[in-house]
């Protein structure tokens, strides 16, 4: 049996194998497919729902599909949709309230505990995973994020090229997967033929890689899965200086760049959509017509609505400029005091998927630079 | 992946799902502003509270909403709510009846610390619906008495219509073992008290500040002006407790809304100490 | 109302009011000179808008409300002064007359300092007189920002 570290290759043609192996292990699978002109993740039910041969070109506000003059399963880098959508649905029901006699009794939604697996987490969903469990896993546990984590089995994918929006070196967490998968795979082209190094991260991984037809990886594998991230890390599209980060944003709330970027920005909440890790959300009773039964549902919210702060009086951040900063300064500063890390991975799909394309390593650079001080009026002198 | 999360427990209660509540009374305090008392309507009774504490109170149907714990804080239940009509959710709780059930969920948040205040000088500043978590801990101060200096309170509100526990006051102002001044923003020719901003009540204030801790709860801007005058006395800004508002909706730190640069008020709060929030406060739109 | 001019006794009463304590006692000593000793029944006006402006009053005792009527609103105290707190500005600057009613609201007892006086002694004295606005000021920005919270409306929301 294949144990924890051990490293396999999968010839491209066994690839079908280790869907069926996924799916004999009891997991529905969800990894990528085409639809809608991008890439985004869905239920997979045989290999031609991967996007083979796809690629695409990002940029700020850009998103393109390509095809590639290969047939590779993953080569592309990230689209608008992220893993968050399985673990934190964009609309979740809490909890049903029945009327009784005397007031009303709550039943919580039951936990929904069909293993999944998810095909193709690259190294900064895998970081973003581990951001979000500190969220939902503090004090108080959410119910239904624990139910699907503790049942997902992470079938990692390292990234063999960088996006023209992704910065995932300078925040630490890719494109090399590191830790956090039960299986992750290195997928080789070109000299050798078309295969995969498959590294084992967990019992269950070795489980999985046990029904797939596989042979011990040579050292020529493991310097080509080496030389592939090496490439990757080496061309990413972007990059931030996070020194001191922590106190440059909070330390500077009047920045004039607020303003500035602020009237570009439409608080669309295109951002926080799309961003692996922002978790805020909102509460929402919808009650039925005979007002017999209340269901509570959670759903997204976002710190770019202008309702998300509302107090009985308005709204505490009446301007964009001070949600942007909210925003901004939450990611990348406050989010270490709140849970031990940067609320950032570099996955680059803020820049991506803005309709106006902010660019956030831009506006970094910008607050960087300090306000330039109060000219005294001419004629002063 | 599918080992390292440990499994939910199906013992370990929802933490968004409310406990039925009954209402055991309804009093009027103003116009839009009721105080409803409640007792577990079956078995299930939430945890222990502290005074400055709040609970998530829940009209089915309706929805939920953060309000302050402002009861007796010496005796157990039942629970007591001061709701000022404003939306759609406090609009219900404000009409809700005796005999109706609610849902409670909590308690939440960092109470004040009372046991720091222990022989020293107290000063309370309310304004507005800012009395109602305070009133726990004036009832603490009262049961305890013996355990502090000086005690004295400033209360503020809109007009002498809009202040709340108006009895309860007026006992209040008879007692000899703490002072109580109590100011409105304006008033008709029936008030014969002051009126003014809490502020202007301070200097009459007789207090030792290096001796002397601080809470007040109101609208910002009066906390604002209140603790920098206070620090303009000589007040220890470690010594000066606010209670801040923010828009709450699942009071566990998950949703985001409450936050106040790096703390979810939720959690951190909404009790403060000034040293820890000063800087933010003086940020517009945090 | 009544009205008794009292010099020796006043001047020892105004010395001793916190508004003045520690400003130059040649400045005390001549608005001392011509004070007024002043006692106003609950309900009774101290001054009327629109009246002239006769003068700073310092309260030793009881409370006056500062009163502004509108026709749909009645009257409505927008301030309170008390015991060691001083009332009126209007006598500093033309047109000399009071733009706010100001009523006993408990038994007041407070010294006058005539306006005359008042303005002949800081054209005489700029250096005391100017110690003298710098504590009136105060009192005047205390009323403004007492006027700005009641414009937020701040507990009403």
Redesign the interface.
């Known amino acids: 049996m294949a144990s924890v570290g051990d490293r396999r290759r999968i010839e491209r043609g066994a690839f079908p194998a280790l869907l069926a192996a996924l799916r004999s292990e009891g997991y529905r699978i969800l990894g990528p497919t085409v639809r809608d002109a991008a890439i985004v993740y869905d239920e997979i039910t045989a290999e031609s729902d991967l996007p083979i041969g796809w690629t695409d070109r990002q940029g700020a506000g850009t998103y393109r599909l390509e095809r590639r003059d290969d047939e590779a399963l993953f080569g592309y880098t990230v689209g608008p949709f992220s893993w968050k959508r399985h673990l934190f649905p964009s609309r979740e029901r ?2 049903t ?1 029945r ?1 009784t006699g ?5 039943d ?2 039951p ?1 929904d505990d069909r ?1 999944v697996a998810i095909l193709g987490a690259r190294a900064c969903e895998i970081a973003a995973m581990g951001i979000t ?1 500190r ?9 239904g994020y ?2 699907r ?6 079938l990692a994918v390292q990234c063999g090229q960088a996006g023209g929006t992704c910065f995932c070196t300078s925040m630490g967490t890719g494109p090399g997967v590191t830790g ?3 299986l992750s795979l290195t997928e080789i082209l070109g000299p050798g033929g078309h295969r995969f190094l498959a590294v084992v ?5 070795g489980r999985v890689l046990d029904r797939v037809p596989t042979v011990p990886a040579g050292d020529a594998d493991g310097a080509a899965a080496e030389a592939i991230v090496a490439r990757t890390a080496a061309s990413m599209g972007r990059s931030m200086d996070t020194t001191g980060i922590r106190e440059l944003l ?1 330390g500077r ?2 920045h004039p760049r607020w303003e500035i970027v602020a009237r570009r920005c439409l608080a669309c909440t295109n951002c926080t959509m799309v961003c692996p890790t922002c ?7 919808v ?1 039925s017509l005979d ?1 017999e039964k ?1 269901e ?1 549902w ?1 759903r997204w ?1 976002s ?1 770019f609505n202008s309702q ?7 709204s ?4 964009t ?2 949600r942007y900063r ?1 925003w901004l ?2 990611k990348l ?2 989010w270490h ?2 849970f031990g890390t940067s609320g950032c991975v570099g996955c680059g799909r803020c820049i991506t998927w803005c309709p106006v394309g902010i660019d956030l390593t831009e506006e970094v650079a910008a607050i960087r630079v300090p306000a330039p001080p109060a000219t005294a009026p001419r004629g002063n002198r | 992946m599918a080992s390292s999360a440990p499994a939910a427990t199906a013992a370990a209660p929802h933490p968004y799902a409310p406990t039925p509540y009954r209402v055991l009374s309804r009093v009027s305090e103003t116009a839009d502003t009721v105080t409803i008392t409640l007792a577990p309507a079956r078995g299930a009774a939430l945890g222990a509270h502290r005074p400055g504490q709040f609970n998530m109170v829940y009209a089915f149907g309706v929805g939920e909403v953060a309000v302050s714990i402002s009861d007796d804080a010496v005796a157990p239940a039942p629970l007591v709510h001061t709701v000022r009509a404003v939306g759609q959710v406090t609009s219900a709780l404000a009409r809700a009846v005796p005999g109706q059930v609610l849902g409670v969920r909590g308690p939440y948040g960092r109470p004040w610390p009372i046991a720091g205040a222990h022989g020293k000088d107290v000063l309370v500043v309310g304004g507005g619906l800012g009395l109602a978590p305070l009133r726990p801990l004036l009832k603490e101060l009262l049961a305890h008495r013996d355990r502090f200096g000086r005690i004295e309170i400033i209360y503020g509100a809109r007009t002498p219509k809009d202040l709340l526990y108006y009895p309860q006051i007026q006992s209040w102002r008879q007692r000899s073992d703490w002072r109580v001044q109590v100011t409105v923003d304006a008033a008709g020719r029936e008030w014969y008290g002051d009126v003014g901003l809490v502020t202007a009540r301070l200097p009459d204030v007789r207090l030792e500040p290096a001796r002397t801790v601080a809470f007040l709860c109101g609208p910002e801007i009066m906390m604002r002006n209140t603790a920098r005058d206070l620090v303009d006395r000589g007040i220890p800004e470690s010594a000066i407790w606010l209670s801040l508002e923010r828009n709450m909706k699942c009071a566990i730190a998950q949703c985001g809304h409450c936050q106040f640069g790096p703390v979810f008020v939720c959690r951190e709060g909404p009790v403060f100490a000034y040293t820890e929030i000063r800087r933010l406060l003086a940020v517009r739109e945090v | 109302m009544t009205e008794s001019v009292r010099p020796p006794e006043s001047a020892l009463r105004v010395a001793d009011h916190p508004f003045l304590r520690g400003l130059d006692p040649s400045l005390i000593e001549s608005l001392a000179e011509h004070a007024v000793e002043r006692d106003f029944e609950p309900g009774e006006f101290v001054v009327r808008d629109g009246e002239i402006a006769d003068g700073c009053y310092l309260v030793f005792h009881g409370k006056i409300a500062l009163e502004v009527s509108a026709p749909d609103r009645g009257r409505l105290t927008i301030q309170t002064v008390g015991p060691g707190e001083v009332l009126g500005w209007s006598w500093l600057t033309p047109p000399y007359r009071w733009q706010v009613d100001a009523r006993a609201l408990k038994h007041v007892r407070a010294v006058r300092l005539d306006a005359e006086v008042l303005r002949r002694t800081f054209a005489e004295m700029p250096e005391a007189g100017y110690q003298f606005l710098l504590r009136l000021l105060p009192v005047i920005a205390q009323r403004l920002e007492n006027t700005r919270i009641q414009l937020l409306d701040v507990h009403g929301v």
């Not at chain 1, 005397?102 to 709550?106: L, R």
């Not at chain 1, 984590?149 to 992470?154: E, Q, T």
């Not at chain 1, 505490?316 to 301007?319: A, E, N």
């Open positions: 809490l909890w309230a009327r005397d007031g009303f009794e709550v919580p939604e936990p293993p469990d969220v939902f896993a503090g004090a108080h546990r959410d119910p624990q139910a984590r503790s049942r997902l089995f992470v956090g998968y039960d991260g967990s019992e269950a991984g909070p709330p009047e978790f805020c959300s909102t509460t929402e009773e009650p007002a209340a509570r959670r919210d710190c998300f702060s509302q107090l009985h009086g308005g505490v951040r009446q301007s400029a001070s909210q300064t939450h500063s406050t005091e709140q």
